[in-house]
């Protein structure tokens, strides 16, 4: 009986130890007045308002080492005033060197640029915020975090911002409209933490320490912002997203022709309380989001491509995070990808500091062509804080068609009525974010379920400055079916643990080194075997940022129907066969602080069939400095197979070139040649943001086969943005 008790006493105290534990940066106060003057963005630090302000130094080095503070200093200063917060950033240099940018891109990326950039947590939950910023030479930064200090970029806010160089510092200065963010209503204490990288001396550093294996975005490790008062009300807070847009394209492949385009349409965003938010949209249009990253397509399974289409971005952890990667009951991308939509709307934001939801719904335009009928899609998602940082979250996910009646045509598919999804998950997350995990259900509804139509996945994971370790596990019934997800397997079990330590020389050009062990291993529901792979690396870090990791592996599949190992339709091996091989590689990153970067990628091993398989990758990068960033990506592969497959090679070749006259001025050029698709894709974007929210767009798209070199089809759009505030 006293052991039980004892066990019982032990396993409260690791649980209360684990989820309840105080803030750990708790002790970093910065307090924040309301502005004595008024604060022009300028970058020169005259006014009465920025003089008597408190200021945050004394910044904690991150890395290479979190054990001392910052060689490079910092200061910064906050205030505000009705409309506006304010911040001031001093950024010291240890000595009068040329600042590395990749250009004056907007949200560019963070380990190729001297930067600050500041995280808020207004709803004091460490969990979700808002991240701001600049590099050096002037490019801004901004996104919403979200599990605790992921940064999802493609959120854009609207807010304005300077960068002025000196020449013993540069200085960052800000006004971020309340209207933009979002935050509680009468909250006097929000979570905050400053990060600047300085590559040149090859650190990163913090206002408020964080250990050196956590992102500095981590909002478990945010001090505290201290209002004099608490923030002012934005009052009304409307915003009209009207675009207009002319095109005109021509389909040269099938000898189409002409189609000229003209629409119009946009976007409402009403803020029923200053933390949720309605978003409305009509007629929508995406022509000028960026085209995806074509890749070599050897897989068995459906290729993942991200969502970059602003309207779906906004809270978008509420429903795009829902399950693990390959297990996603709601992926936006299913909603009006080829096909129109015709309006939609979304409620999203906190309810308090401890409720958030979610609530989307979209319509679709029908296709005859293709059989498509009007389509609906809804999706509801609400979210519970327990503990310091976990929550509970449920979401339901409904697919409905709207006055169907499926044709006589044969050859068009049939529609289902409706694919629904419900599920259930607990997302564990420490005081310290040392231990994170989850744990999920969802049950599938159609028109002819028939039973295991459930998911079941949980992962725990520890990340200590030298320990990895995770275990995962994976059940996906054989009927289970998530027509707005993406669900690319069904019918399996899977575990994947993963393991990894690391060594910290005290000298050398060696910052910490050491192995990892990953395993993915597939089961049948009847616990048999049908596919694993186990990669053993030894990963290098080197002090000046470098990286380089040599490593092993084994794969075994056995196929559950019939695979084509090219992809180009020569024939297909057999459902049932076996194939296991070995294979060996590494991966090498080069030190971001030199104006030319370069990342190379090689495996050399087995195949499908006793095959052989060699796959090169890499990217090489050079910049002129802020203006121009030039980079070209390259992937090869060689697979020698047993006939009638032979010897087949595919390239993948994608220079880019970005040229940012200002940081509101850019124009993207990106060529992707795939002789797997027998294609070569150009897309050219000109865009001028006239106004903070306001753009204009110039997209210029062609296609062509490229022996010999003839256009497919080619498209030009002009569209013109205007963010207005009534």
Not at 440 to 461: C, R, W, Y
Request: hydrophobic share 40%; proline share 6%.
């Amino acid at each position: 009986m006293k052991m039980k008790r004892l066990a019982f006493i032990s396993v409260f105290a690791l649980i209360n130890s684990v989820c309840f534990s105080q803030k750990k940066n708790n002790a970093f106060q910065l307090q924040i007045r309301k502005a004595i003057s008024e604060v022009a963005i300028d970058g020169e630090m005259n006014e009465q308002a920025w003089m008597s302000a408190d200021s945050a130094a004394s910044f904690y080095m991150v890395l290479p080492m979190d054990t001392s503070k910052a060689r490079v200093q910092t200061v910064v200063k906050m205030t505000y005033d009705d409309q506006n917060l304010y911040i001031l950033a001093i950024c010291y240099l240890l000595k009068p060197v040329p600042f590395m940018v990749e250009s004056l891109r907007r949200d560019f990326v963070f380990g190729k640029n001297d930067n600050f950039i500041f995280f808020i947590d207004p709803f004091y939950d460490r969990t979700n915020g808002f991240t701001f910023g600049a590099n050096a030479a002037g490019a801004q930064w901004d996104g919403t975090l979200y599990q605790g200090g992921s940064a999802d970029l493609t959120w854009d806010g609207k807010w304005t911002s300077v960068v002025r160089n000196y020449a013993d510092k540069y200085v960052f200065e800000a006004a971020i409209p309340f209207k933009t963010i979002r935050y509680k209503k009468g909250t006097a204490t929000w979570g905050i933490n400053f990060s600047r990288l300085d590559i040149t001396m090859a650190e990163k550093s913090s206002w408020a320490p964080v250990p050196r294996q956590f992102p500095t975005a981590s909002l478990a490790y945010t001090g505290n912002l201290v209002w004099d008062a608490p923030p002012p009300d934005p009052g009304l807070n409307v915003s009209l997203i009207p675009y207009v847009l002319g095109g005109i394209s021509k389909d040269y492949e099938h000898k189409k022709e002409i189609d000229y385009r003209k629409d119009i349409g946009g976007d409402a965003k009403i803020a029923l309380t200053s933390s949720l938010n309605l978003d409305l949209t009509v007629n929508p249009d995406f022509s000028q989001v960026e085209v995806d990253r074509q890749v070599t397509n050897l897989d068995r399974y459906e290729l993942f491509f991200p969502e970059k289409r602003q309207f779906f971005l906004e809270n978008a952890d509420l429903f795009a995070n829902f399950g693990y990667p390959t297990i996603r009951p709601f992926f936006s991308r299913r909603i009006g990808l080829g096909v129109p939509i015709q309006f939609g709307g979304r409620l999203s934001g906190n309810l308090n500091k401890d409720w958030r939801i979610g609530m989307m719904d979209m319509q679709t335009d029908a296709v005859d062509s293709i059989g498509l009928p009007v389509q609906n899609y809804a999706v509801f998602a609400l979210q519970r804080k327990i503990f310091a940082r976990s929550n509970i979250r449920l979401m339901f996910v409904n697919k409905q068609v709207v006055n169907y009646k499926p044709g006589k045509d044969s050859t068009l598919p049939v529609v289902s009525d409706y694919n629904r999804n419900l599920g259930l998950e607990y997302n564990l997350a420490s005081s310290g974010n040392l231990w994170t995990g989850k744990f999920m259900l969802i049950k599938a509804f159609t028109p002819e379920s028939n039973g295991n139509d459930l998911v079941h996945a949980a992962n725990l994971q520890y990340s200590s400055k030298k320990w990895l370790l995770l275990w995962q596990h994976e059940y996906v019934g054989k009927n289970y079916k998530a027509e707005v997800g993406y669900v690319p397997r069904t019918n399996y079990i899977r575990i994947a643990p993963q393991a990894g330590y690391l060594f910290f020389p005290k000298s050398g050009k060696i910052l910490s080194h050491g192995p990892k062990i990953s395993s993915s291993l597939f089961f049948n529901t009847s616990f048999e075997p049908t596919d694993n792979e186990t990669i053993v690396a030894y990963n290098f870090n080197f002090r000046d940022q470098s990286i380089f990791s040599p490593l092993v592996g084994h794969t075994y599949v056995e196929l559950l129907q019939p695979f084509d190992p090219t992809n180009s339709g020569k024939d297909t091996l057999p459902k049932g066969s076996t194939h296991k091989w070995n294979s060996f590689g590494f991966d090498y990153f080069s030190k971001p602080q030199r104006l030319v970067t370069y990342s190379l990628s090689i495996r050399v091993g087995g195949y499908y069939q006793e095959g052989k398989r060699i796959n090169v990758a890499g990217e090489l990068g050079y910049r002129f400095q802020p203006y121009v960033s030039l980079n070209l990506a390259a992937n090869y592969n060689h697979i020698d197979l047993p006939l009638p497959w032979g010897k087949t090679d595919f390239w993948l070749i994608g220079p880019r070139a970005d040229i940012t006259f200002t940081n509101k001025l850019y124009l993207t050029a990106f060529l992707q040649y795939n002789n797997q698709l027998d294609n070569i894709n150009l897309n050219t974007r000109l865009q001028w943001r006239y106004k903070p929210g306001s753009d204009l767009f110039l997209v210029y798209t062609d296609n062509y086969f490229p022996s010999p070199i003839t256009v497919r089809n080619r498209a030009v759009v002009l569209k013109f943005t205007y963010w207005w505030n009534p």
